[in-house]
Antibody
Framework: EVQLVESGGGLVQPGRSLRLSCAAS????????MHWVRQAPGKGLEWVSG????????GYADSVKGRFTISRDNAKNSLYLQMNSLRPGDTALYYC????????????WGQGTLVTVSS | DIQMTQSPSSVSASVGDRVTITCRAS??????LVWYQQKPGKAPKLLIYTASSLQSGVPSRFSGSGSGTDFTLTITSLQAEDFATYYCQQANSFPLTFGGGTKVEMK
């Protein structure tokens, strides 16, 4: 069974940093692209960032480009999101997500970790 | 960036109704279109990929169609468990983008 468990969320002041982690299990992690998707309270889904299986292809939403960095450690079956210069607009539930095949969407999601940016 | 526009933003329907949701891309994306269902407090669930391919385990009352810029999700004979919010997402190129969502509510 695929399991994605996020951690690292919390309350942080504007301008500060936070690092999210996602521990993956139940599948061959280094076979799949992975993504971070967020959802602000009461709002829709927003793709944040994605990374190919070998880190050779990485993308970011315009809203986080230059502030967030995605990475993965295939030896540790882990996905990360380094978030710098956080803004109140970054407040959201952050999901770690797995892409089953290229350009075929996301078939597995974690339970999410809540990031709240507020003074 | 490719903008995804969903309509309607909400629809009221009854069990047994046929529901159609549309999604328009700001530029052509071939068939690289995905549909999700999300219920309150839950992570999204993949329904349809590559515009019309049904994800394993998803009931056949869900179907998708379209290519290029215009896409449709159809639910034939709406069931009680189908009341939820539906999102489209383009998978053609980074940055990936979602539509704003369509809430299917009980009439």
């Amino acid at each position: 069974e695929v399991q994605l468990v996020e951690s690292g969320g919390g309350l942080v002041q504007p301008g500060r940093s936070l690092r999210l982690s996602c521990a993956a299990s139940g599948f061959t992690f280094d076979d799949y692209a992975m993504h971070w998707v967020r959802q602000a309270p009461g709002k829709g889904l927003e793709w944040v960032s994605g990374i190919s299986w070998n880190s050779g292809s990485i993308g970011y939403a315009d809203s986080v480009k230059g502030r967030f960095t995605i990475s993965r450690d295939n030896a540790k079956n882990s996905l990360y999101l380094q978030m710098n210069s956080l803004r109140p607009g970054d407040t959201a539930l952050y999901y770690c997500a797995k892409e089953p095949n290229a350009r075929s969407g996301i078939d597995s999601w974690g339970q999410g970790t809540l990031v709240t940016v507020s003074s | 960036d490719i903008q995804m526009t969903q309509s309607p933003s909400s629809v009221s329907a009854s069990v047994g109704d046929r529901v159609t949701i549309t999604c328009r891309a700001s530029q052509g994306i071939g068939s690289w279109l995905v549909w999700y269902q999300q219920k309150p407090g839950k992570a999204p669930k993949l329904l349809i990929y590559t515009a019309s391919s049904l994800q394993s385990g998803v009931p056949s009352r869900f179907s998708g169609s379209g290519s290029g810029t215009d896409f449709t999700l159809t639910i034939t004979s709406l069931q009680a468990e189908d009341f939820a919010t539906y999102y489209c997402q383009q998978a053609n190129s980074f940055p990936l983008t979602f539509g704003g969502g369509t809430k299917v509510e009980m009439k």
